[in-house]
């Protein structure tokens, strides 16, 4: 993917900073920070074309800022919520969104449940829970016609049939550009089965 050079040398300056960060607070796995680029960045920048063009978006459970930050680094004017329990990870995310000059990135650093986000029109969540586990805040955040995409890896069709049966979803599937192995769910209409 090419990416203009403002966008480039945002994630180079994005790519720096967590390093600096990961070796006090380990925001991401050392075998994993060798191969940031594909493994990291390029993984969460292939979400960004599958988000609606508008509206607010939030990442639950955040983490090192994959994909929120990486995406608010691609669309700088775009409203979007970072969400992460872990006070020293909400700390990064504050410090790194400040540092990046990102003014329109939010940091909430508490659980999902707890948090205040106005009707999103996408919700994203990256190695953080299944499906399962991800769909009511799915339910709960999104505005009508609003999207969520969750990256999954092996275990993706187990996840999908596990919470088939308790949610009823139009479910639309992307190969993932950086893992032959990984698949981008895209859902929408997501509502709980009525008993």
């Known amino acids: ?33 060798a191969e ?17 063009e508008h509206g607010p978006i939030a990442d639950i459970g955040s983490g090192a800022g994959f994909p929120g930050l990486v995406l608010a680094i691609l669309q700088p004017e775009r409203e979007i919520h970072l969400v992460e329990s872990d006070k020293r990870k909400a700390a990064f995310l504050v410090e790194a969104s400040a540092q990046l000059k990102l003014p329109m990135v939010r940091v909430h650093a508490c659980r999902a449940e707890n948090a205040k986000l106005s009707p999103l029109s996408a919700i994203t969540a990256r190695a953080l829970a299944p499906l399962g586990s991800l769909l009511p805040y799915a339910a709960r955040f999104l505005a009508p016609g609003g999207v969520a995409l969750f990256p999954k890896g092996k275990t993706a069709e187990k996840e999908l049939t596990e919470a088939a049966q308790d949610w009823h979803f139009t ?3 992307f190969p993932s550009a950086t893992s032959p192995e990984a698949t981008i769910l895209r859902l929408s209409n997501i509502q709980r089965v009525q008993p």
């Open 171 to 173: 479910l639309e599937r």
């Open 1 to 33: 993917m090419k990416h203009s050079p403002e966008t480039t040398e945002g994630l180079a300056a994005f790519r720096s900073l967590l390093l600096r960060w990961n070796a006090r607070i380990n925001l991401i796995s050392g075998e994993t920070a």
């Open 36 to 52: 940031i680029d594909q493994r990291h960045i390029a993984d969460c920048a292939q979400l960004q074309p599958l988000l609606p």
